[in-house]
């Protein structure tokens, strides 16, 4: 059974600072690796999704990449800004029904 | 745009009642979902589907009921048999390989 955990569960980091996100997983067999943001009271937001054959994703400051040899995702955050705070969750994709998601990083930007 | 819409936000449920959770999707994706989440957990899947008229069970069916009459649509059925219905609800939509979209969730509380 797939496992996949997010370390550390909870980060606070100054503004203006980079920063990075961790994701493992046990069972490299995935299609896909996907991370979103989740804002208090509000859904999950889609910021990148890596399929199997790709190594990373970039999008604006977000920048993910993906070792299913070594079964790592990163979530890489350029320049951090208080409204990045929220609880980002990575989740392993291994068909339809299929996916696992981590418990989540709860990150906060202070001004 | 495309996306998931879920209604309403916020719903009270009575003891012994049941209430009903509205998902649409516009994204002509075949398969969708609900999970249920409760504060410091992670995301449960109730029940999933993959076709029209087709459903599965997930890891906590049990006082739950949906039914997919239409690709668009999939409605969950908070039965009076679920002792703890109090929790935030996420419908997702997916394609084969293809990463989720969530809706904004169902935040249901019991009076």
């Known amino acids: 059974k797939q496992e996949v955990t997010q370390i550390p569960a909870a980060l606070s980091v100054p503004e203006g600072e980079n920063l990075v996100l961790n994701c493992s997983f046990t069972?490299?067999?995935?299609?896909?690796l996907q991370w979103f943001r989740q804002d208090p009271g509000k859904g999950l937001t889609s910021l990148l999704l890596?399929?199997?054959?790709?190594r990373e994703q970039t999008s604006g400051r977000l920048n993910a990449s993906l070792d299913k040899s070594s079964g790592r995702s990163t979530l890489y955050i350029a320049a951090s800004q208080p409204g990045d705070s929220a609880t980002y969750l990575c989740?392993?994709?291994?068909?339809?029904?299929?996916?696992?998601f981590g418990t989540g990083t709860k990150l906060q930007v202070i001004p | 745009d495309g996306g998931i819409t879920q209604s309403p936000k916020y719903l009270f449920r009575k003891e012994g009642q049941n209430v009903t959770l509205s998902c649409e999707q516009n994204l002509n994706h075949d398969a969708m979902y609900w999970y249920r989440q409760d504060p410091g957990q992670g995301l449960r899947l109730i029940y999933y589907?993959?076709?029209?008229?087709?459903?599965q069970k997930g890891d906590i069916a049990e006082g739950y009921s949906v039914s997919r009459e239409k690709k668009e649509s999939f409605p969950l059925t908070v039965t009076s048999a679920q002792k703890n219905p109090t929790a935030f609800y996420l419908c997702a939509s997916s394609i084969s390989r293809g990463g989720y979209t969530f809706g904004s969730g169902t935040r249901l509380t019991v009076v």
């Open positions: 989740a392993s994709g291994a068909g339809y029904q299929k996916v696992t």
């Open positions: 589907s993959q076709i029209v008229n087709d459903f």
């Open positions: 069972d490299s067999a995935i299609y896909n």
């Open positions: 890596i399929q199997s054959s790709q």
